[in-house]
């Protein structure tokens, strides 16, 4: 984990990458500058196939279970947590909110069915939104090929220009910057 420390913080966002890339992701870290500049403390979570070097995820429940405990591990006391992620990471943070104690979710492109299987319900990942009890943001791009989740009672979607890469930080930091202040109150 890579964490970010801020003074006087009054939350805390740890964020967890794609299966395909790192934390330096251009969304990550435009998320992460935001949350920083809000007053939160920010830790960037690589999961352990990452570590060792593989390039394919394990499987979700070991990604899971990495997730539950990095976060429990993490130096922010009981501060209100925001877990968020992109693509996989998000769905990671999705399925382990009310594990980890989750304020709120933040979701970085998530990837709502795989490329081509929009039309089969059993591929859909709505669920993994739908089953999140707190407010959930979603910056997803215009063009994304896994699917635009829809807005929910407690779910905003935020659309920026782009596809599944998110290689537009300033806008994911705009959005990002503008939806914490109001989930998490200082």
């Known amino acids: 984990m890579h964490v970010h420390p801020v003074d006087s913080p009054h939350a805390a966002v740890v964020l967890g990458h794609g299966a395909g890339g790192g934390v330096e992701s251009p969304d990550l870290v435009g998320a992460?500058?935001?949350?920083?500049?809000?007053?939160?403390?920010?830790?960037?979570?690589?999961?352990?196939?990452?570590?060792?070097?593989?390039k394919s995820p394990a499987p979700a429940h070991q990604l899971d279970a990495a997730w539950t405990a990095v976060v429990s591990q993490l130096p922010f006391g009981d501060l209100p947590l925001v877990a968020?992620?992109?693509?996989?990471?998000?769905?990671?943070?999705?399925?382990?909110?009310?594990?980890?104690?989750?304020?709120?979710?933040l979701c970085l492109a998530f990837?709502?069915?795989p490329?081509?299987?929009?039309?089969?319900?059993?591929?859909?990942?709505?669920?993994?939104?739908?089953?999140?009890?707190?407010?959930?943001?979603?910056v997803q791009g215009e063009r994304d090929p896994f699917g635009m989740p829809p807005p929910g009672r407690m779910r905003t979607v935020t659309v920026i220009p782009g596809t599944h890469s998110l290689r537009?930080?300033?806008a994911v930091e705009a959005a990002v910057a503008e939806w914490l202040p109001r989930v998490v109150k200082s």
């Open 32 to 54: 992460a500058s935001a949350a920083l500049a809000a007053g939160m403390s920010v830790a960037l979570v690589e999961q352990p196939y990452r570590v060792a070097g593989r």
């Open 84 to 105: 968020g992620g992109r693509s996989s990471g998000a769905r990671v943070a999705c399925r382990t909110a009310a594990d980890v104690g989750a304020a709120a979710v």
């Open 111 to 113: 990837p709502l069915h």
């Open 115 to 138: 490329p081509g299987k929009g039309d089969d319900p059993a591929k859909s990942r709505l669920p993994e939104l739908e089953a999140v009890q707190a407010p959930v943001l979603v």
């Open 168 to 170: 537009n930080r300033g």
